[in-house]
């Protein structure tokens, strides 16, 4: 440990620097933005993608896509175990990132529809393929985001010398920054692109340009990593420390069941039953760890309803109206709001709310944050309710023709936006209508309508479902209320996981952190799946009072956690280890630590006198 780390002040003193940060940063800051663009601009069409190309009901849409995103926060864990104990965080990220841009690219190829369209209708012929096809691209992308995602974050903290903690800590907000700039770019972007009509043989909504550029971007994503790659300090894997964890857990369990007799004395705590076997240090870093795992356990159903952003609401969206005078907003681009707000909100919090209520004498601690937060987030579900009722009493009475329907009636009948063109072998007319958001028509055609003649005035239409009239600006607050409530819990809690770990926990933890949002999404499917109700505002509701209720135990178990210092615990325990040393011992490590430094001051020298000669 004491090579690498003279290594690393070595190599960190030899690396390049603009204004004071390691230029090596530059690119992993690049990579994560192009990496989030990747993601989120995949998944902002992915429950759209599910509805209107594979032709899932709403339920299965949401299911399928929470399952996607549980994945991808599973995998952390896999990630964190490989780059630690085997690969090194450079390699994992590297590899990992090939199945992850192989994923977006079969995601791609899955959403070409002339692929199966033998019969050049329009509608992909052999559904099983694109399914297939669109399940593994997923597989691989979970695969490959969460593999990187514990890694690329510490990679970047790995580039700073122990002197530059204030630059780490401005990479870490510049990191959370760039997260939400990729997020914003490509929720724009992607839902254009769908929008867009694209075929060989015949014309439909271009998810696969869609998929196709976040594919491209992840493509990008990898080689501005690789470009990086003389730059970086690439630490050693350090051992399988999860595999320690467990390992120690385990033993204190199965030795305090051997102990379990009244005549053997008990212990402060369970986890002491492992001193027969394991280091006291690590067995005091376990004791923090298990801490804050504990606290853990409310902290899922903040994401079960965070996360839904990207599923019932972006459904609710569909049935709302996206006009906005000037510009049209798709349904799916309606989550760009929530990195606007981040990008204004973060600043905000930190520099006026936070010292404010500071400058009150208020104690605003990190796990009232957190309660605050949960708070937020549902009272935005509140929101949401309000918004569906208000969507339901806007559609009542009304019955549903579907235009697919009609289609299937009139197959020679091929829509461009909003001009029909009624076909048959030479002959054709054209008619043309002004249609509003989510409304639906029935069109009767004369039997004795001849072709080749203007038809705008022969045939008439009903109007079977009224335009949205709900416009989608009332969803704002819903997301106003969500992102400040991710401000309050996500960055805090990021934060806390960081500060409450062990120096050599921290990747556990967060991958524990990690772990929570896969939980959260997991509820969801479960929630929907049992409570199965008829109405989506009741659901909502649901959503909202259980948050509540969790809310109101995490607030209690808040009140009993006190706050650690995880290096002062670690000094402590090396310095007792050291106390228990022999001298020669001592004097055997300085005698190798001054070799090391005058080792690593020669060729520092050279270096210097190498480039003055180059000069
Ligand atoms: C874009 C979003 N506001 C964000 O900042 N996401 C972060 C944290 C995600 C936590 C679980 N959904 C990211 O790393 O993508």
Avoid at 246 to 267: D, E, L, T, V, W
Avoid at 433 to 448: E, H, K, V, W
Avoid at 527 to 534: D, F, M, R, S, W
Wanted: hydrophobic letters at 45%; aromatic letters at 14%; glycine letters at 6%.
């Amino acid at each position: 440990q004491l090579k690498d780390r003279l290594y690393k002040c070595h190599f960190i003193k030899q690396s390049k620097e603009v204004c004071g940060y390691p230029l090596s940063i530059f690119f992993i800051v690049v990579n994560e933005f192009c990496e989030r663009f990747s993601y989120y601009g995949m998944r902002a069409v992915l429950v759209l993608y599910f509805k209107y190309f594979l032709r899932w009901d709403d339920d299965l849409a949401t299911s399928i896509y929470h399952t996607f995103v549980a994945l991808c926060y599973l995998t952390p864990i896999l990630g964190a175990i490989v780059a630690d104990s085997w690969l090194g965080k450079f390699k994992t990220i590297i590899y990992l990132s090939i199945v992850y841009a192989i994923g977006q690219v079969a995601m791609a190829v899955s959403a070409i529809h002339d692929i199966t369209d033998t019969d050049r209708d329009g509608t992909p012929n052999n559904m099983t393929f694109h399914v297939v096809l669109s399940m593994v691209g997923l597989f691989l992308i979970a695969l490959g985001t969460g593999g990187i995602k514990p890694c690329v974050a510490a990679f970047g903290g790995d580039q700073f010398g122990d002197h530059q903690e204030r630059q780490r800590r401005t990479f870490f907000s510049v990191f959370y920054l760039c997260i939400n700039g990729g997020s914003l770019l490509s929720t724009i972007i992607t839902p254009i692109l769908r929008a867009q009509n694209c075929g060989i043989y015949s014309k439909q909504k271009c998810y696969s340009l869609a998929f196709g550029v976040p594919a491209a971007l992840m493509v990008v994503a990898l080689v501005v990593f690789i470009v990086g790659s003389g730059m970086y300090y690439k630490a050693k894997p350090e051992g399988n420390i999860m595999g320690d964890v467990c390992k120690c857990i385990g033993f204190a369990i199965s030795n305090r069941y051997k102990h379990r007799s009244k005549q053997y004395p008990s212990r402060e705590h369970w986890m002491d039953w492992a001193e027969d076997k394991y280091d006291k240090l690590l067995i005091a870093q376990i004791k923090m760890v298990l801490k804050v795992l504990f606290l853990y356990i409310p902290l899922p159903m903040f994401w079960t309803l965070f996360d839904q952003k990207g599923s019932r609401w972006t459904l609710q969206a569909t049935t709302m109206d996206g006009n906005f005078g000037a510009i049209v907003i798709q349904p799916d681009q309606m989550q760009t709001v929530n990195p606007i707000l981040i990008l204004t909100l973060v600043p905000i919090m930190d520099s006026v709310i936070y010292p404010l209520i500071k400058k009150c004498g208020l104690n605003f601690t990190p796990l009232k944050r957190m309660t605050v937060g949960m708070f937020l987030a549902a009272l935005a579900f509140v929101c949401a309710a309000v918004v569906q009722i208000e969507i339901d009493v806007s559609r009542k009475h009304l019955t549903y023709f579907n235009l697919t329907q009609f289609l299937k009636i009139f197959p020679f009948l091929i829509i461009i936006r909003a001009t029909f063109f009624l076909q048959s072998g030479q002959l054709s007319c054209a008619f043309s209508r002004d249609f509003g958001f989510g409304s639906s028509y029935t069109f009767f055609i004369p039997s004795t309508l001849s072709l080749g003649s203007n038809c705008q005035e022969s045939i008439t239409g009903a109007e079977d479902i009224k335009p949205n009239s709900v416009h989608m600006a009332l969803q704002v607050p819903q997301y106003f209320f969500i992102t400040a409530g991710e401000v309050m819990f996500s960055v805090t809690g990021l934060e806390f996981s960081y500060s409450q770990a062990p120096s050599n926990m921290k990747a556990v933890l967060q991958a524990g952190w990690l772990l929570t949002v896969a939980i959260g999404n997991f509820i969801v499917l479960i929630v929907a799946e049992v409570a199965k109700l008829p109405k989506q505002w009741t659901e909502y509701v649901l959503f909202a009072s259980l948050l509540l209720c969790v809310c109101i135990i995490f607030s209690i178990m808040a009140y009993f956690y006190t706050y650690i210092d995880p290096t002062e615990i670690e000094a402590k325990f090396r310095r007792n280890v050291g106390d228990d040393d022999d001298d020669k011992n001592d004097k055997q490590r300085k005698l190798e630590m001054e070799m090391m430094k005058r080792d690593l001051d020669r060729s520092d020298d050279e270096h210097y006198k190498g480039k003055q000669t180059k000069m």
